[in-house]
C-alpha cells in the first residue's frame, strides 16, 4: 500500500469513528410540552401503590395538575409533593408525583439541568433514574437518588446480570451491580444532592451510555461547561465523569445489559429507602416521631423544599 492510500484510509478511518461518536439532539423536554413526554403514574396501576413500599400516593395528571404538584412556571417545569395535607398511618401516603418517559432508549446522552431538587427532611426520598421495563435483563441506572439528609448523591446501576466493576471513579465505590449485592456506583460531593445542591443554584447531570461505557458527570450551576448547556455537547471535553463503567472492568457488556432505558422522576417517602434502622441512626428524626411514616403523616409543612424545578432534559443520540 502506497503513503498517500495509507494516509487515504487513515483519514477515513478517523471520520468513521468520529461520526460514529457525532451527537444530535433526538429530544427535548422542557416548558410547556415537558409533561406531554410523560406518563403520571398514579399509585391506583402501581404494586401496594408503590414497588417500593413508600408512604406515597402518586396522583394521575389532572389531579396533579389541579392540586398544583405538576406545573409550569415561565419556563420551568415544577414537580412537588403535598404540603398541607395531614394523613393517617392506615392511608396510601402523601400525595406526590411519578412521572414516566413515553420514550426509552438504548445509547446516548443524556443531560438534565435541574435549579431545585427535593431538598432535606425527615422520609424523604427522591429520585432521577432510567429503567428497563421490559427487564431483559433487569437494568436500572440511578442518577441522581438519595434519602432525607443523605451527604451527596447516590449514582447506581443495579441488574441480574453479574456486573462486578472496578475503577469506578467514584467516591466510596461498589463494584457488584447485581440486586441481592447492593448495586454498583459510588457517591457525589456534598452540592450534588438535596439542599446543598439547592444552595448553589442547582447544577447539571449528564449520563452518556454508549455500547462499552456508561458515564454519568455533575457540575454545579457556577461550573457547567457552556457546551453542556448547549445544542452541541462535547463530552470528550469534559475531563473525568463523577462515575465510569466499563465493560472491560466489569466482566459484562454494558450496552447490552443497560438499554432500553426510561426516565423516571418521582418523590417517595420511607419505603425500603428508609428503613427503620436508618431512621433510628437519624438523631434529627428520630426524636420527632417514633417511625417515618408517622412522621411523613403527621408533619406536612416539613415538605415545602420536596419539589424539583426543572429546566430541561435533553436527550442526543
Request: charged letters at 20%.
Amino acid at each position: 500500500m502506497s503513503p498517500s492510500t495509507r494516509i487515504t484510509s487513515l483519514a477515513a478511518l478517523m471520520l468513521a469513528f468520529s461520526s460514529a461518536d457525532a451527537l444530535s439532539l433526538k429530544r427535548t423536554y422542557a416548558g410547556s410540552s415537558f409533561f406531554d413526554g410523560f406518563n403520571f403514574k398514579p399509585s391506583t396501576e402501581l404494586p401496594n401503590g408503590d414497588p417500593t413500599g413508600g408512604f406515597v400516593n402518586y396522583l394521575p395528571r389532572k389531579e396533579a395538575e389541579s392540586r398544583g404538584l405538576a406545573k409550569v412556571q415561565g419556563s420551568q417545569v415544577r414537580i412537588g409533593v403535598d404540603s398541607s395535607t395531614t394523613h393517617s398511618t392506615s392511608d396510601q401516603g402523601r400525595a406526590s408525583v411519578r412521572l414516566e418517559s413515553h420514550d426509552s432508549f438504548d445509547t446516548g446522552l443524556l443531560i438534565a439541568d435541574i435549579a431545585h431538587m427535593p431538598g432535606y427532611a425527615c422520609g424523604v426520598w427522591p429520585a432521577f433514574w432510567t429503567f428497563n421495563f421490559d427487564e431483559n435483563p433487569y437494568g436500572e441506572i440511578d442518577i441522581i437518588e438519595g434519602a432525607m439528609f443523605q451527604d451527596g448523591n447516590s449514582m447506581t446501576l443495579w441488574t441480574t446480570e453479574q456486573c462486578k466493576f472496578t475503577n469506578i471513579g467514584a467516591k466510596d465505590p461498589k463494584g457488584n451491580c447485581n440486586l441481592n449485592g447492593g448495586g454498583c456506583g459510588g457517591m457525589g460531593p456534598r452540592n450534588s444532592y438535596g439542599t446543598p445542591f439547592n444552595d448553589v443554584g442547582g447544577g447539571v447531570y449528564a449520563t452518556y451510555i454508549q455500547s462499552q461505557r456508561l458515564r454519568i458527570w455533575f457540575w454545579p450551576k457556577a461550573q457547567v461547561p457552556a457546551d453542556a448547556r448547549s445544542n452541541n455537547p462535547n463530552p470528550d471535553s469534559w475531563g473525568a465523569p463523577l462515575s465510569d463503567f466499563q465493560t472491560k472492568n466489569g466482566g459484562c457488556n454494558v450496552g447490552k445489559t443497560f438499554h432500553s432505558q426510561s426516565i423516571i422522576i418521582n418523590t417517595d417517602f420511607c419505603g425500603s429507602e428508609v428503613s427503620q434502622e436508618w431512621w433510628n441512626n437519624s438523631p434529627d428524626c428520630v426524636k420527632k416521631a417514633p417511625n417515618c411514616k408517622e412522621y411523613v403523616a403527621k408533619n406536612p409543612k416539613a415538605y415545602t423544599e420536596a419539589y424539583w424545578l426543572i429546566n430541561s432534559i435533553k436527550l442526543f443520540q
